[in-house]
């Protein structure tokens, strides 16, 4: 069983930078992967970034070259990096924790407005 916590979100203005960040708990249990997760009302929940057991990283197309996904292992941490923020960037993000034995643990997310 995997707990999981986003932090970090708020009202920030268009061009602007914040830092998310995801504490899992669970001791024993195997990573797949890291990731983070947007959603907005009436649309489908959409891939923002993603990093593996290996290091590997991926990204949805709307945010490569503006967001970073980083972890920190030994502290059950992830985290993501939001620059240059945009208005259409506000949404719920919500942080996904994947085990080896491909189970899924998601948090109840954190708020992200873009706005002037």
């Known amino acids: 069983q995997v707990q999981v916590v986003e932090s970090g979100g708020g009202l920030v203005q268009p061009g602007g930078s914040l830092r998310l960040s995801c504490a899992a708990s669970g001791s024993g249990i195997g990573i797949y992967s890291r990731g983070w997760y947007r959603q907005v009302p009436d649309k489908a929940r959409e891939l923002v970034a993603l990093?593996?057991?290996?290091?590997?990283?991926e990204y949805g197309d709307s945010v490569k070259g503006r967001f970073t996904i980083s972890r920190d292992i030994d502290k059950n941490m992830a985290y993501l990096d939001m620059n240059s923020l945009k208005p259409e960037d506000t949404a719920v993000y919500l942080c996904n924790i994947r085990t080896d034995r491909n189970r899924n643990y998601w948090g109840q997310g954190t708020q992200v407005t873009v706005s002037s």
């Open positions: 990093i593996k057991s290996g290091g590997k990283t």
